[in-house]
């Protein structure tokens, strides 16, 4: 059996762990990232490879990176929450762990997880995975493997457009699905629901300490669980809009699965409840023929590990 590395690099932690042919994660190790010292952020990947090789056979190694990543999986082109920029990261892997090394994007990590061992491990052919969380991510898998792209940027599925002229984006548009349907926008729902009908958000409202504006996420989960309507309503409005972006993907693509996976989802029927119906509703006549199973994520936080650590083993 071999057996490789899959690191998981986010703006806040390093997670990396020794994953096997089935997809288990023998060993595992976690560190702080320093996200604005491009240098010790390299470090740190080395050392977690390092630490996790000593007395095994590893045969490659596999970095899934929250950024941008060339076409030749080696380059982080650019990276939102660390300062990456043009980075060899490859290069600087390789030379430092004597290991052949892939650099990929975190979602299509974690969405090769999905397909290869989790939620969608049944799908031969297809499936399309987005991540709801902080902001919205995605990957596609067609004909059994990843779609990258000619410049390796593709399926950037949070910031296609749900709203023209809507809210503007970090990306720089305007409108973009991320600012519908990640946990930043079910918390401006809730805000904005809780300020205009505080009546309707008793138990959010309790939460926050009567303070609006201290709304949270979790306390968003937390008091939709306990049936507040305005934290209910707020699942209610993202899950419409990812569910109008699923049955988009239907019409484009044709897919065998739907993946939702990401911190959100953790809120189970609370967002996967209006998303299906959503999901429905946008089909329209497509509905009467047959169409992707939309499922939960299963992998939870190791898919970018597995995923990782499994592509580099088919590098």
């Keep these: 059996m071999t057996l490789t590395i899959g690191v998981d690099v986010g703006g806040t932690k390093v997670a990396a762990g020794v994953v096997d042919e089935t997809g288990a994660v023998l060993a595992q190790t976690r560190r702080d990232t320093p996200a604005e010292d491009v240098a010790k952020t390299r470090d740190v990947i080395i050392e977690a490879v390092q630490e996790l090789a000593e007395g095994r056979e590893i045969e490659a190694v596999g970095i ?57 491990r049944h799908a031969e052919d297809s499936m399309v995975l987005f991540t709801i969380g902080t902001g919205v991510g995605g990957a596609i898998v067609l004909g059994g493997e990843l779609v990258r792209g000619i410049h390796g940027i593709a399926a950037e599925l949070g910031h296609t457009c749900s709203v023209p002229g809507g809210h503007l984006c970090g990306c720089g548009r305007l409108g ?25 958000a008793v138990a959010l409202l309790e939460l926050a300490e009567g303070d609006a504006e201290a709304i949270t996420g979790p306390m968003v989960t937390a008091a939709a669980m306990d049936g507040d309507p305005v934290s209910r309503q707020a699942f209610a409005q993202i899950g419409h809009w990812l569910g109008i972006a699923l049955a988009d993907m239907v019409q484009i693509l044709d897919p065998q699965m739907l993946v939702v996976g990401g911190g959100v989802v953790e809120a189970g029927d609370l967002l996967l409840g209006p998303t299906g119906r959503s999901y429905m509703d946008s089909l329209a006549q497509r509905g009467r023929v047959p169409v992707a199973e939309l499922v939960a994520a299963e992998m939870g936080n190791a898919a970018g590990v597995v995923g990782a650590g499994d592509l580099a083993r088919r590098r």
């Design 64 to 120: 899934g990176a929250a950024g941008w990543i060339d076409a030749t999986r080696s380059n982080v082109i650019f990276a939102p929450n660390i300062a990456w920029r043009d980075e060899p990261l490859r290069e600087y892997v390789t030379a430092a762990t004597g290991f052949p090394v892939i650099v990929e994007n975190d979602a299509n990590a974690a969405a090769w997880a999905e397909f290869r061992f989790g939620a969608a």
């Design 176 to 200: 973009c699905l991320e600012q519908y349907a990640s946990g930043n926008a079910l918390v401006r729902f809730a805000r904005a629901g809780a300020r205009q009908e505080p009546g309707n």
